[in-house]
């Protein structure tokens, strides 16, 4: 694996419902904000970084990394963050997370890259054992194009897309609390 080849985005544009409607990325978690938990996961793996968020961009840009919004406007789901972030990297591999994972496997680059390069695959996404992750995923910059057509047709299901493309899975059963994520006020309180 060239680490140069691959961008990572992190996924932080979304409404954050089930979280009172604070932006979960900036949310304070054992101290600190998720995100910069991610961040300090992910910088070893990729060659850059960028936040996808739709609000609290110039609190985003302090971290030094390049933030872009959705170029679809009304909160569209993770589809949209992903669409923008391929549109807005120019890297041949984009590895995409959520904001919302703060011990994200320190290997999920390399995994998944070797997954998607062993099966012959466009996407790799990750399985931790007991489900898929579908928003750990790293995908070809190619799938833009399929996307960004996806998106035009209305669709906005991550599953529904990931059904039409060539998908390989990337087993982490080893590492099933890394996918733990943070969707409501009292897991904030886990270690």
Request: charge should be positive; hydrophobic fraction near 35%; include cysteine.
């Amino acid at each position: 694996m060239r680490q140069q080849e691959i961008s990572a985005v992190i996924l932080a544009g979304g409404q954050a419902r089930r979280m009172g409607g604070e932006d979960k990325g900036l949310i304070h978690y054992q101290q600190k904000p998720l995100v910069e938990h991610v961040l300090t996961r992910l910088k070893p793996q990729v060659g850059t970084l960028a936040i996808n968020a739709n609000r609290n961009l110039e609190r985003y840009k302090k971290y030094g990394y390049a933030v872009f919004s959705d170029q679809l406007s009304g909160f569209q789901g993770p589809l949209a963050g992903i669409s923008s972030a391929l549109h807005n990297t120019r890297s041949p591999y984009l590895l995409i997370v959520p904001c919302d994972s703060p011990h994200l496997p320190l290997n999920l680059a390399e995994r998944l890259y070797n997954t998607l390069q062993h099966e012959h695959a466009d996407i790799s996404i990750a399985f931790d054992g007991q489900r898929q992750q579908p928003l750990f995923m790293l995908l070809k910059q190619t799938r833009q194009v399929s996307l960004d057509a996806y998106l035009q047709q209305g669709g906005l299901a991550v599953h529904r897309w990931l059904e039409t493309e060539k998908v390989a899975i990337s087993d982490f059963f080893d590492q099933t609390r890394a996918f733990q994520n943070i969707n409501h006020p009292e897991e904030l309180n886990r270690p």
